[in-house]
């Protein structure tokens, strides 16, 4: 090199470079740089959309959830009316067995007192008819006129 420099060779290096500067941008950096701007825009969409589906299926949750809920709440609510029913219909056949026991205890009262009345008459009647016959024994006559009976 030499110190005051080739004002010539300079030229030459800086039109070089320049012309080298021109040729390599058009075949070498620009489509690098295009295909990063396109690179980083498909990056772009693809997180745009990640985040519009993530807040769909948030959405979808939200909706999947409540759906549930209202499933819940009316299962809870139809078993609750059938059990209401069941409570009622068990009710009114423990009413209806009550009353029909009552009925049947009441037929057996009045049967066990009727038949109770009719072993009372006829002890009755058998006391009094031993009664006349021991008086007739004891005596050895009939009783006012009675004629002894044949039992």
């Given amino acids: 090199m030499h110190i005051p420099p080739n004002w010539g060779t ?20 620009r489509p690098f740089l295009d295909l990063l701007e396109k690179r980083e825009g498909r990056f772009k969409d693809l997180n745009d959309r990640t985040e519009r589906l993530i807040k769909e299926a ?31 219909e068990a009710a009114k056949k423990i009413d209806a ?18 038949e109770l009345a009719s072993a009372e008459r006829e002890l009755g009647r058998i006391g009094e008819s031993l009664a006349a016959e021991l008086a007739e024994r004891v005596l050895g006559r009939p009783l006012n006129g009675q004629r002894r009976s044949a039992n």
């Avoid at 290096?13 to 950096?29: A, E, K, M, N, P």
């Avoid at 948030?58 to 069941?86: G, H, P, V, Y």
């Fill in 97 to 114: 067995a009550r009353g029909e026991s009552h009925e049947m205890l009441e037929r057996a009262r009045a049967k066990i007192d009727e």
């Fill in 10 to 29: 300079f030229f030459i290096l800086i039109v070089s470079f320049l012309v080298f500067w021109f040729i390599f941008s058009r075949l070498f950096f």
């Fill in 58 to 88: 948030k959405e979808a949750d939200a909706i999947r959830e409540q759906r549930l809920n209202e499933a819940r709440r009316t299962a809870l609510e139809r078993r609750d009316s059938e059990r209401r029913a069941a409570e009622a």
